[in-house]
Antibody, heavy 119, light 108 residues
């Protein structure tokens, strides 16, 4: 059964770049049937879709974050990554990676990782 | 962006009762690319329903989804103790994908 695991710093200073990696195990990352997403949840709030990537490298970003977001994939390591630049306290959230299936939305999620933006 | 509005914000019911959760979209959802998720405290969301009415893998048949266009419903036929959680709707037919604000299902 496919599993996803987020990793990266839990604390980032304001104006710096948040960097997270999601490692996929138990399944293939190199299938055109899947897209690989980042989603975040501010403390006590709802869910916000950040963007996703296909194994080919094609990406789609939420326009609200578009100018600050980069998602990349490394199929050899079965990993995909998120970079969010110029962070502020408003970027403090639990960040989830997830696998999306064409027509089925996100059926597998990582456990989530809390990233706090603070000096 | 497609805005999803869930109602009610909080639903108080007892185990064994039927729960009906609603979600209205600000625009027609493409190809019924509509999903429901369940989230418990400290856990990631779990996919319950996709394509508006198809149950995800291992989801009990007491969960059912219906609707099309702009109005969608999640029904839990007989509540079990483990069903009390927050439920989110999502459209994934039009980028950016968007979520509703959530309905909290609490024990009465």
């Amino acid at each position: 059964q496919v599993q996803l695991q987020e990793s990266g710093p839990g604390l980032v200073k304001p104006s710096q770049t948040l960097s997270l990696t999601c490692t996929v195990s138990g399944g293939s990352i190199s299938s055109g049937d899947y897209y690989w997403s980042w989603i975040r949840q501010h403390p006590g709030k709802g869910l916000e879709w950040i963007g996703y990537i296909f194994y080919s490298g094609s990406t789609y970003y939420n326009p609200s974050l578009n100018s600050r977001v980069t998602i990349s994939v490394d199929t050899s390591k079965k990993q995909f990554s998120l970079k969010l630049s110029s962070v502020t306290a408003a970027d403090t959230a639990v960040y989830y990676c997830a696998r999306g299936v064409r027509g089925r939305s996100s059926d597998r999620w990582g456990q989530g990782t809390l990233v706090t933006v603070s000096s | 962006d497609i805005v999803l509005t869930q109602s009610p914000g909080t639903l108080s019911l007892s185990p064994g009762e039927r729960a009906t959760l609603s979600c209205r979209a600000s625009q027609t959802v493409t190809s019924s690319y509509f999903a429901w998720y369940q989230q418990k405290p400290g856990q990631a969301p779990r996919l319950l329903i996709y394509g508006a009415s198809s149950r995800a893998t291992d989801i009990p048949d007491r969960f059912s989804g219906s609707g099309s266009g702009t109005d969608f419903t999640l029904t839990i036929s007989r509540l079990e103790p483990e069903d009390f959680a927050v439920y989110y709707c999502q459209q994934y037919g039009t980028s950016p994908f968007t979520f509703g604000q959530g309905t909290r299902l609490e024990i009465k």
